[in-house]
């Protein structure tokens, strides 16, 4: 039944998720994009005059642990625009499954914006006085994120009971390589990618090594599996060649766990250590023979000093960029003891024309660079400099993590005291209560440690870095001693033109610099 709202004119978002875990799980047909549709569209017409349905916002195939969605992040900005005053879900779940995020949202930043939130099948209404249901939300929240988690650990254990049974679970295949359409967990031979690969070991047991053979597919248009797979223009790389030239899955092994995500709530990827792969032999048809895999690993291994391990360091390593492909520039010596500069894509793909060379002496660049930085600074105070730097060498910014933790902290108190209420209420039993509130405290500890060991940092920082600034400053201005370190506390990065002009932006965004070296 709906309740009446005394409030002006409603401008409703809906807004609809529906995860890839929701799918594979094999997802109850209601939370279905085409009936959550149906459902919210039909509630919203309920509502009558004053009613305004402006958009339905659909995330498919998007977690609810990260907020970070294409469509929710553009319903957040259509009503910081003014566009929305409310917005509906089908439940709590589909708005987030991070109950500190979702609990962000409904009881600060909705509130804050003047956001009128509901829940449907939940029978939240934050605009509903005395709703009960409102007040059981953070709990829910809370299960849906036990949810997630729980979910994200029996998914983990399956794949990893696959992995080691050698089924393939990744996601891109090798090229070379593609799904079984009958036995998606099984890799067979994708015959066109095959040839290219099986070109490239012959090139390589012949002798050639990795420069020439990416030279050889580039000059005669052999094609990358992005621009077979995905139609997306790229060139053979060094690298690519090397990862193929290495890779066991090309004699019938399986290699899998190499890298994995950093928790169920954060998606980025780590690398795992080796011990930690699951490496199972014989689980497909090998495309190169044994004898001429293992022969050419002898190989690479006689081709795998590193030419980035340079003999000679200079101060403005690591600072030199292209300005045309935007690909860093290198120095290289010559016979005659002179020291060039020439664009890393130029060298690699000089064949292709993908950019010119930039070539010109590094010695002169460098000492161009000093005397103008000198000139630079001559008339500035010190001490503005040394704010400037210190807020550039600080590797976090301690304040906001401490205030992040502070808030988080916060609500997990506001939920162990709504909680209790429950629990007291008789809306959540004693065996539930203790086991979310056992979570909750151990949660909030671990928060408190962080924040502990944040705050020592912090003040550890203030106490020590001044010294260590002003030290760098003088050192720096003095030019006595320059050393790369310093230079990239000072510059951000140096662009080089192709007609020799040169771009330097400094690190102080009210020093950034453009300057002609011609």
Not at 141 to 161: E, F, V
Not at 178 to 197: F, G
Request: charged fraction near 30%; glycine fraction near 4%.
């Amino acid at each position: 039944m709906l309740e009446t709202v005394k409030t002006e004119n409603y401008n409703i978002a809906i807004y609809i998720r529906l995860s890839k875990e929701d799918v594979d799980r094999g997802y109850d047909e209601s939370e279905s994009i085409k009936n959550q549709r149906d459902l919210l569209t039909e509630y919203a017409k309920k509502f009558g005059g004053g009613y305004n349905l402006v958009e339905i916002y659909i995330d498919q195939g998007f977690t609810g642990t990260n907020f970070n969605r294409p469509a929710f992040q553009r319903m957040i900005r259509d009503i910081e625009l003014g566009k929305i005053n409310m917005v509906i879900t089908k439940d709590l779940s589909r708005l987030g499954r991070d109950y500190i995020e979702t609990g962000e949202y409904i009881e600060k930043w909705f509130p804050e914006n003047n956001i009128r939130y509901v829940s449907v099948t939940d029978g939240i209404d934050t605009f509903v006085p005395n709703n009960g249901n409102n007040d059981i939300a953070p709990f829910k929240s809370i299960l849906n994120d036990m949810y997630s988690k729980d979910l994200s650990k029996k998914i983990r254990t399956a794949l990893h009971t696959m992995q080691k049974q050698g089924k393939w679970v990744g996601g891109k295949t090798a090229i070379g390589y593609m799904r079984d359409q009958n036995d998606k967990n099984k890799l067979i031979i994708c015959e066109p990618e095959a040839d290219i690969v099986k070109t490239i070991f012959n090139m390589a047991y012949s002798g050639n090594n990795i420069s020439v053979i990416r030279d050889y597919l580039n000059t005669n248009n052999i094609p990358t599996a992005n621009q077979i797979r995905y139609n997306k223009m790229a060139f053979w790389e060094n690298k690519t060649i090397k990862n193929i030239l290495k890779n066991e899955v090309y004699i019938g092994n399986t290699i899998q766990n190499k890298r994995s995500r950093i928790s169920y709530k954060n998606r980025k990827l780590k690398s795992n250590p080796q011990e930690q792969w699951n490496i199972v032999e014989n689980t497909h048809e090998p495309i190169i023979d044994r004898q001429v895999f293992d022969k050419v690993q002898k190989m690479i291994i006689v081709q795998k000093y590193n030419r980035n391990e340079k003999k000679h360091k200079f101060l403005l390593d690591g600072l030199l960029f292209c300005y045309e492909c935007k690909h860093k520039i290198g120095v290289r010596a010559r016979k005659n003891g002179r020291l060039d500069m020439v664009c890393n894509n130029y060298r690699r793909n000089s064949k292709l024309g993908l950019c010119t060379s930039h070539g010109f002496s590094y010695e002169k660049l460098e000492n161009y660079i000093l005397e103008y930085i000198k000139q630079v600074f001559q008339n500035i105070d010190n001490k503005k400099i040394e704010l400037a730097v210190k807020k550039n060498i600080t590797k976090y910014d301690y304040s906001k993590l401490m205030q992040k933790l502070e808030i988080e902290i916060k609500l997990i108190n506001e939920n162990i005291d709504k909680m209790y209420l429950d629990k007291l209420n008789g809306k959540v039993s004693e065996e539930m209560y203790e086991r979310v509130f056992k979570r909750l405290i151990d949660e909030k500890k671990q928060k408190e440690i962080e924040y502990i060991k944040l705050k020592e940092m912090s003040e550890y920082n203030k106490e020590n870095n001044s010294q260590e600034i002003e030290k760098v400053v003088k050192e720096f201005l003095s030019l006595k001693k320059p050393t790369s370190e310093i230079m990239k506390v000072i510059i951000n990065r140096i662009e080089i033109h192709q007609d020799k002009q040169v771009d330097i932006l400094f690190n102080f965004k009210k020093l950034d610099v453009l300057k002609n070296y011609k």
